[in-house]
């Protein structure tokens, strides 16, 4: 299930709580927390210890999309990817970086739907967690290119005994650990 899914399915059958919610980049999104701006944030990281006292949600594997024709082991890999600081455009570049592959930016865009197009255009590959691959898109198995690490959620909020923070935290935790 979809997170859209799950806050939808809370709206619906908790109406008289009313969500607000923001969509951003996980270190921006942690940085507003730390400063209270959020009672609850789901943030994505390489390493479950990133965020010591949050509530393991899930995992799930990253994989390379795109052309498999632009990898070429005597070129630069062309990364499509998000700007800093995005969790997954961290893990392409210090996976390439630990093989000893040069690569190279040549479209970045805070937008999935921006990435996505400039991949179809061929423009470069990118990273992308393996539910989120399009249709018409492949993931690539190639030589050239290094395994990623796993991308895991986490669920953080502030200590605070708010029923109705208790209750988003609860059916989010439910809907999405199952």
Avoid at 39 to 44: G, R
Avoid at 102 to 130: K, N, T
Wanted: positive net charge.
């Amino acid at each position: 299930m979809y997170l859209s899914d799950v806050l939808a399915d809370f709206s619906r059958i908790h109406p008289r709580i009313l969500l607000n919610i923001e969509c951003d980049l996980t270190l921006n999104l942690f940085d507003r927390f730390k400063k209270k701006e959020f009672d609850l944030v789901l943030v994505k990281m390489n390493r479950p210890e990133d965020f010591p006292n949050g509530l393991d949600v899930w995992s799930e594997p990253l994989r390379w999309v795109g052309d498999a024709s632009l990898i070429d082991s005597k070129k630069p890999v062309p990364l499509v990817l998000a700007p800093q600081p995005c969790v997954y455009r961290a893990s392409a570049i210090q996976s390439l970086q630990q093989a000893g592959r040069a690569w190279r930016l040549v479209f970045s865009s805070p937008s999935y739907a921006g990435a996505v197009a400039a991949v179809r255009a061929g423009m470069g590959i990118s990273v992308m967690p393996q539910t989120m691959i399009p249709g018409d898109l492949q993931a690539l198995d190639s030589v050239w290119l290094p395994k990623l690490a796993d991308t895991h959620v986490s669920l953080i909020k502030h200590k605070a005994n708010n029923p109705a923070i208790n209750t988003l935290e609860k059916f989010v935790l439910h809907k999405l650990k199952h």
